[in-house]
Nanobody, 123 residues
Framework: VQLVESGGGLVQAGGSLRVSCLAS????????VGWFRQVPGKEREGLAC????????YYVDSVKGRFTISSDNAKNMVYLQMNRLEPEDTAVYYC?????????????????WGKGISVTVSS
């Protein structure tokens, strides 16, 4: 099973960026996929997740209205569109997969993880 993130990089404050996650080795429709981020020295933060089978989503309050999670089931891809980015959004972003999408799994983490991708927001 493998999760591979892409699309990170450097963006100016106020800008937008979309990060992508390609899932392989899974039955994609059975998955819930989440996005997490971590700043060195700080705790990992769950951001959003999506249930692939029904498209249901969950967001933590800090990103509601700015970040949007979506999936392309034909491509086994999950995206996180990030708008109105702030320097505080600078982190390594990880996608992860499990069976359910809810606040519990965003708090404790998921079973399968990508290696992460760096997002830097300059002021």
């Amino acid at each position: 099973v493998q999760l591979v993130e892409s699309g990170g990089g450097l963006v100016q404050a106020g800008g937008s960026l979309r990060v992508s996650c390609l899932a392989s080795g899974f039955t994609f429709s059975h998955l819930a996929v989440g996005w997490f981020r971590q700043v060195p020295g700080k705790e990992r933060e769950g951001l959003a997740c999506i249930s692939i089978d029904d498209g249901g989503t969950y967001y933590v309050d800090s990103v509601k209205g700015r970040f949007t999670i979506s999936s392309d089931n034909a491509k086994n891809m999950v995206y996180l569109q990030m708008n109105r980015l702030e320097p505080e959004d600078t982190a390594v972003y990880y996608c992860a997969a499990d069976g359910l999408c809810n606040d519990y799994f965003l708090r404790v983490g998921m079973d399968y993880w990508g290696k992460g991708i760096s997002v830097t927001v300059s002021s």
